[in-house]
């Protein structure tokens, strides 16, 4: 599953997604995300309405922002082993989150 990051037509962007993925692989998850459920990266060559996009690994419950961070200590270690070279780039980006 992929997480599309809307951008600032979010509506535009959804109608857009389900133009190219099927309808029934979209689900909008907030006014600033979906779900598109193929398991391939999205082709940001095509989605104009559509900021970024990333592979969804985990989907926290919780909306505090320290309790995320938590998380990212305790599991990013687990995927070194699976990375080349045990090299992980992270770049962090946070949308509904309370600060």
């Known amino acids: 599953m992929q997480v599309a990051i ?3 037509q979010p509506k535009l962007s959804v109608a857009e ?7 029934e692989a979209i689900s909008e998850i ?3 995300a979906a779900l598109v459920e193929v398991d391939e990266p999205l ?3 095509r989605l104009g309405g559509t900021i ?3 592979k969804l690994l985990t989907r926290l419950e919780s909306t505090d922002l320290e309790g ?3 998380y990212l ?5 687990d995927h070194l082993e699976y990375l080349p070279d045990g090299k992980l780039q992270l770049g962090v980006s ?4 309370k600060a």
């Open 6 to 8: 809307l951008g600032r």
């Open 17 to 23: 997604l389900e133009r190219i993925y099927g309808a």
């Open 30 to 32: 907030s006014d600033e």
């Open 43 to 45: 082709d940001q060559n």
């Open 52 to 54: 970024k996009s990333a």
């Open 68 to 70: 995320a961070f938590a």
């Open 73 to 77: 200590q305790k599991t990013v270690p």
């Open 94 to 97: 946070v949308y509904g989150f």
